[in-house]
């Protein structure tokens, strides 16, 4: 019983992460409708910044809120310069392009920074309070930033004007602009703040795994069945997704475990997480693409 | 635009090519299959070199069926990796469990990935644009951890692989194993193309075509869209999958990391560079994936030491670069690039 309470605890944390790229995902989803595939690049090229930062004997409170900026910037530049042509592309050139955008963030941390693994220091203070034997410091703090982030996005997004700009851009871009939003710019700031919860979700989860060019793409699948469970088109469904798939994953893993002691059959254990992410995210996809939380888009012939 | 058309409405030019291949394709086909005794003999072209062109032609004939399904069919897959590798591993264990020779793998590879592209096409029918897109990358990014599974180990090997051995070519013919395999190759992607041909300009085809330009209108006319979306996804998993066997037999090697998300990449680039709804642009992205895969490393130490930057390049930054810089300027590869100037230059 409390390994498996552990389990949940640590598929709690794992989901924090998920549930932090899942919003990326979904904040450039709900401005622009494309599913950025570079997305997992960005944020583990935003990580390697903040730690490039600590090198340089930066505080990390300092590093991360300029890296987040950075990659702010960074999200806008991409939207304008590189997508910007391709509005009207057809979406086979769109997921191209992100491809060599993922290719090129990938490429660049590497020969930048190189394939040796790095540790990351982890932020949060190394303290033990209730239930510590259950869930590390770290992992606490990774909640607590993922739950703090999607209050704040609900946040902006619900109380203010440009946050209500941006939802009307994203609604009825015709309607918007005609009532002066300038879409255009709605649709880069999506960009922008999707790389800046990037930028947050990378950073958190390098003192995880160890800081590497590769160390996205497990995640980044991981991030896209939480999207796909809470639904790609809702912010709070996401992180709901996030979690939800975080603890599934341990869990199964668990459960594949217990299996294989118990009865001595082995079905699947931690050599299959990734499978497991192929089967949530096709699943989810047949069976209600909408997710969880999403709403239905009806399509107009 | 003065096109001449016949009595039916078939462009001229169209029904011409219909019958045959014209003269100059046939001289290129002859001249290569020529190549082992001309290059072979005078020394012009090392086994090496002939390993390099049946690499070529292997991802020409991956390539094409990815072009199959998303130039041809309007369905994106971010996953032919994961084909290719069923592919190689089909005719590995084959070849390394049951000591089957190597050609009677190509057809078993062809039927097992047939399947299991059906399959794979059966959900992907509710999927559209970036949807299939994020399900296939799920499968491109699953398929390594895949091959390592326990319970497949036993005729998988599991991480290390299978190792088997090139065959010697038959009835003592005076070639080396590497030109033998590489006029095999070449034979089994000529026949691939002529049917991959004749099913473009077939009822089936036209079924295709009708679905990726409008599914619904496709529908109206009376054509099951269900049935030819997942038939093709299978046809198209089938190429990449005989591609896959045959790499694994001039590899003589196959392991799951050598079917890693690049792999998926690498044929997707080659479909985009050589020019999405284009046959010969199948052999351009074959020719390009295999050059940029042995002479990125030079171009790019080259790129970097000529413009003095501080840190070293990677192929795949080129890579991308190029990618996205294609999509601006040849959406339509460079094949399509290349057929769109000439119908420039002549004024029509």
Known sequence: MEQLIQQVASGLANGAIYACLALALVMIFVSTDHINFAQGELAMFSAFLVWQMLEWGASFWIALPAVALCSFLIGVGIERIILRPLHNAPILSVVVVFIGLLAIFHSLAGAIWGYTIKEFPSPFPNISFVGSGYIGPHQIGMIAVTLLLLVFLFAFFRFTPLGLAMRAAAQNPVSARLAGVRVDWMLALGWGLAAAIGAVAGTLVAPAVYLEPNMMASILLYGFAGALVGGISSPGGAVAGGFIVGVLENLVAYLGNLLEKTSGIYIIGNGEKLTVALIIVITVLTLKPSGLFGHVTVKRV | ?348
């Open chain 2, 1 to 348: 635009m003065a096109t001449t058309t016949t009595a039916n409405g078939i462009p001229a030019a169209k029904r011409l090519r219909a019958i045959g291949p014209p003269v100059w394709l046939w001289g290129v086909i002859v001249l290569l299959a020529l190549l082992p005794v001309v290059g072979g003999k005078t020394g012009l072209i090392s086994n090496y070199g002939f390993l390099q062109l049946s690499l070529m032609i292997v991802y020409a004939i991956a390539v094409l069926g990815l072009i199959l399904l998303t130039g041809f069919n309007g369905q994106i897959s971010l996953g032919h990796g994961a084909f290719f590798a069923v592919g190689a591993y089909t005719a590995a264990v084959l070849i390394d469990q049951a000591s089957w020779p190597y050609w009677a793998t190509l057809p078993v590879a062809a039927a097992v990935c047939f399947v299991v592209g059906y399959l794979f096409g059966l959900p992907a029918l509710r999927l559209e644009g970036h949807y299939l897109a994020l399900a296939t990358f799920a499968l491109a990014v699953a398929v390594p951890q895949f091959l390592k599974y326990r319970h497949f180990e036993w005729f998988t090997n599991g991480v290390q692989g299978i190792n088997i051995f090139k065959p010697d070519p038959p009835f003592g013919l005076p070639l080396s194993a590497d030109q033998w395999m590489y006029l095999v190759v070449l034979a089994v992607a000529i026949f691939m193309f002529w049917l991959a041909r004749n099913l473009l300009d077939s009822r089936t085809g036209r079924a295709m075509m009708a679905i990726r330009d409008h599914a619904m209108a496709a529908s109206t006319m009376g054509v099951n869209v269900a049935h030819y979306k997942t038939v093709v996804f299978g046809i198209s998993a089938l190429y990449t999958g005989v591609a896959g066997a045959l790499h694994a037999i001039i590899f003589e090697f196959v392991s799951p990391d050598s079917f890693r998300f690049e792999l998926s990449i690498a044929i997707l680039v080659g479909a985009v560079v050589g020019g999405i709804a284009s046959l010969p642009g199948a052999v351009v992205g074959g020719v390009f994936v295999q050059v940029i895969e042995k002479y990125a490393d030079a171009l790019t130490k080259q790129i970097t030491s000529a413009v003095h930057l501080p840190i070293d390049l990677e192929p795949w930054t080129i890579y991308g670069i190029a990618l996205i810089a294609l999509m601006y300027t040849m959406p339509m590869g460079i094949a399509g690039g290349l057929a769109l100037l000439w119908r420039r230059l002549r004024g029509s």
